[in-house]
C-alpha cells in the first residue's frame, strides 16, 4: 500500500512544478504597453538616425559646394590681382613715359607751344602748328622737325599706339592754296600724315600710327579772335594703350 501511494504522488508534484514555473514565467514579463512603449522609444531612434544620416550626406555635400565656391572665389581673386598688377604696370608705365616727354620738351613747354597732359586712358600732346608748320602749309619747317623727332625717341621706346591730329581753325583756305586743300580737312590730314610718316622714317612702327584730320570741328578756343585761331591751329598727339583703341578717331 506505502507503494502505490509513493508513485501517484509524482504527476501532483509534476503538476505543482509546472505551475509555479508558469507563475514565475508569468512574473518576470513585459507588459503590452511598455512593450509598445519600447517599440515606438526603438523605432524614434530609427527615424532619428535616418535623418541624421541624411543631414550628415546634405552637411557633405554642403561642404563639397562650399569648396567648390572657395576656389572658385580664389580663382577669382588672383585673376583680379593679376589684372590690378598689369593695370598698376600699364600706369608706370605710362608715367614713366610721361616724366620722360616732360624732360625733354621742357624749354617748350615753359614757351607755352607744348602742353603734355596724363589722361585716364593715355598721354596727350598739344603742339601748336607754328613751331611745326608755315601758315597754309604740310612742310615741317626745321625746328619742328628737330622736334618731333624728340617726341620719335620717346614714342619708339614705348608700346603704345600714336594716334596724330590735325586740327585747324575755321577760316576758309583761297587762292592758289586751296587747289592743293580745297579744305581744312585735306590741310589737317595732310599735316597729320606728314608727322606719321616722319615718325615711320624714324622707327616707329606703321602698326602703331594714325593720322586722323579733325578739321575746324574741335576748336580750343572761340575762332572769333587771333589767338583763339592760333590755338585751333594744332597738332595732338595721343598714346593710348594699343588694346583700348576702338578706332582711330577715337
Known amino acids: 500500500m506505502e507503494t502505490r501511494s509513493h508513485f501517484s504522488s509524482i504527476p501532483v508534484r509534476a503538476s505543482l512544478m509546472l505551475l509555479m514555473a508558469a507563475a514565475l514565467t508569468a512574473g518576470c514579463g513585459v507588459s503590452k504597453s511598455k512593450y509598445e512603449n519600447i517599440t515606438k522609444e526603438r523605432d524614434d531612434l ?8 541624411t543631414n550628415l550626406d546634405q552637411a557633405t555635400k554642403d561642404k563639397a559646394q562650399l569648396e567648390s565656391d572657395k576656389a572658385a572665389l580664389d580663382s577669382q581673386v588672383k ?6 598688377q598689369e593695370q598698376q604696370a600699364k600706369e608706370a608705365e605710362f608715367k614713366a613715359t610721361y616724366d620722360q616727354m616732360i624732360k625733354h620738351m621742357e624749354s617748350e613747354m615753359n614757351s607755352g607751344k607744348v602742353e603734355i597732359q596724363q589722361m585716364k586712358d593715355g598721354i596727350s600732346v598739344n ?14 619747317d626745321k625746328s619742328g622737325k628737330e622736334l618731333l623727332l624728340k617726341v620719335a625717341e620717346d614714342l619708339k621706346a614705348s608700346p603704345y599706339q600714336v594716334i596724330v ?5 575755321n577760316q576758309k583756305i583761297g587762292g592758289k592754296l586751296a587747289s592743293k586743300y580745297p579744305s581744312n580737312w585735306e590741310l589737317g590730314g595732310a ?13 616707329i612702327t606703321k602698326d602703331r600710327l594714325a593720322a586722323v584730320s579733325f578739321s575746324d570741328s574741335r576748336p580750343r578756343e572761340a575762332n572769333d579772335s587771333p589767338e583763339g585761331r592760333a590755338k ?17 578717331g577715337q
Open 46 to 53: 530609427a527615424a532619428q538616425n535616418t535623418q541624421l544620416k
Open 79 to 84: 585673376e583680379m590681382d593679376a589684372k590690378i
Open 127 to 140: 603742339l601748336a602748328q607754328d613751331i611745326l608748320f608755315p601758315s597754309g602749309s604740310a612742310d615741317l
Open 165 to 169: 591730329t590735325g586740327n585747324t581753325d
Open 191 to 203: 599735316r597729320a600724315s606728314r608727322i606719321v610718316r616722319l615718325f615711320e622714317d624714324s622707327g
Open 232 to 248: 585751333n591751329r594744332r597738332i595732338e598727339i595721343k598714346l593710348r594703350p594699343m588694346e583700348t583703341t576702338q578706332t582711330a
